[in-house]
């Protein structure tokens, strides 16, 4: 299994431009979640999923979208970048029946200039 | 806002105990403790969690004070490979039967040779 992969690892994208951050999981898990890890910082939350078709906000939202059309994908989307955009973003998924373990992707380092 | 607070850095000599201390002084009755870490460039790595009752896995042990305010995450034989930032996490039921993790800014445990 590959787990939850990320695409791309790393970006650069210029003040205004938008793109989209993919997120794919390959173990059938119900909740997904992306997170936004700043320099010596922990995580913060910025948008969960609870299954195919259901989105949240979570505790930093402003700037991002989100959409679950399947199981499987949860990509983040980014209209009109800004520098405090700036940051790594992680992405996790948690089966259903063990929900205290998130399984986090390998990240993708993104830079806003 | 993070509910933890923890040293920035420790270190400890490889084949020892790893003892990294958390304070989480405003954790309320129903919300969990939970440890990741985080090795250099990849995604967080769930540890352990509590809410309680100490607690033991393959991984390490997590030791909750009676009162609930502070724990103590245990790694019982440190090798090189577990030099990480290690996180003290409370995690927050949400109303839709989820929850969110409240990351703190973790601790950079360096274990030396």
């Known amino acids: 299994n590959a787990g939850v992969t990320q695409t791309p690892k790393f970006r650069i994208l210029k003040i205004g431009q938008s793109m989209t951050l993919q997120c794919t999981q390959d173990m059938n898990h119900n909740y997904m979640y992306w997170y936004r890890q700043d320099p010596g910082m922990g995580l913060k939350l910025i948008y969960y999923?609870?299954?195919?078709?259901?989105?949240d906000k979570g505790e930093v939202p402003n700037g991002y979208n989100v959409s679950r059309s399947t199981t499987e994908d949860f990509p983040l989307r980014l209209e009109l970048a800004a520098p405090s955009q700036t940051s790594v973003y992680f992405c996790?998924?948690?089966?259903?029946?063990?929900?205290?373990?998130?399984?986090f992707g390998a990240g993708t380092r993104l830079s806003v200039l | 806002d993070a509910k933890t607070t923890q040293p920035p850095s420790m270190d400890c000599a490889e084949g020892r105990a790893a003892n990294l201390p958390c304070n989480h002084s405003?954790?309320?009755?129903?919300?969990?403790v939970y440890w990741y870490r985080q090795i250099h460039s990849q995604g967080p790595q769930y540890i352990i969690h509590?809410?309680?009752?100490?607690e033991t896995n393959e991984m390490a042990s997590l030791i909750i004070t009676e009162d609930r305010k502070s724990s103590t995450l245990i790694l019982p034989h440190a090798t090189l490979r577990d030099t990480a930032v290690y996180y003290c996490i409370v995690r927050v039921d949400l109303m839709d039967s989820n929850y969110q993790l409240i990351w703190g800014a973790g601790t950079k445990l360096i274990i030396k040779p």
């Open positions: 996790a998924s948690t089966p259903w029946e063990a929900k205290n373990i998130q399984y």
């Open positions: 999923s609870v299954g195919a078709g259901i989105t």
């Open positions: 405003t954790i309320s009755g129903n919300e969990y």
């Open positions: 509590g809410l309680k009752n100490n």
